[in-house]
């Protein structure tokens, strides 16, 4: 069986208009299976309003608690825990669920093995239907970390049931920022679209993001969203993309129409615009594309 295609939108940061491009790629993508990587603010879903099939629990680590009848008091797991979860209360030492880190110091040295450690749910994985095609997301539970983890987990889901259902590739709206989640989301692409604004920090943010593309060896290509709010700005990212070794694969101006379409709840490409067309372009060029040189690779191999 052929290799699936796995191509990761990202951004530096949040705003970029990151997850309404990934939905218009969405809305024209042929034989794809969409997965929501942004795991911290998983929004993909107003636009994609999938129907969920199945839902599985997220078990992203695991938090203490205290048995009462075999603690003796020794007050040792509330002097090591350095995360100040343990606490004396009415005579009794009680774990705060939400302080605990799940580092397991003190399951580990309770002298009396008082203190159990069983996994917690962190949140739930979904399978869902789209009108455009099958979508895996999911949701943690407020307050509740390791998304690097559930981002992992989410891409599994997403490779199994793209085999399964023999798709060809996995279009998967990626976390922002350089995080844990992102180098997750990166982990086996075969490409990476990065989505900047045409600022010198859009720059910087690109930098980083496309710094992990490179150490990984994952080619990347970049898209400027909005241009047109800093021709300038834009001018000057064109000019250090036509020297680098990044595929530029074109910009998109700032659109009323893309909101009016947002706040009626549908992806830009599903209906006739100037802006869809231009969309429709840079999607058929990351269908074909391959990267401009290897200099990212050589850079890291030398
Ligand atoms: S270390 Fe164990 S025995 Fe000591 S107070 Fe904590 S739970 Fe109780
Ligand atoms: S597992 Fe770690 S963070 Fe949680 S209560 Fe024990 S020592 Fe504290």
Redesign the pocket.
Known sequence: MAKIREIVVVSGKGGTGKTSITAAFAAIAKDTLICDLDVDVPDLYILLQPTVQKTSPFMGGNKAQ??QD?????????S?CRFDA?RLKNGI?EVDETACEGCGV?YT???????HFPPCQCGQIFESETRFGPMVHAELVPGQENSGKLVSVLKSKARSLAQEKSLSTILCDGSPGIGCPVVSSLSGASLVLAVIEPTVSGWHDFERVAGVCDHFHIPCCVLINRYDLNPAGTAQIEEKLETSHYTYVGRLPFSEELIRATNRGICITEEKSTLSDQIRDIWAQLQVFTPKTARGVLRHLA
């Not at 040295?109 to 203190?115: Q, R, V």
């Open positions: 205290i048995v075999t603690c003796q008091h020794c007050e040792n797991c509330a090591l343990i030492y003190c040295l309770c002298p009396a093995k008082a203190i």
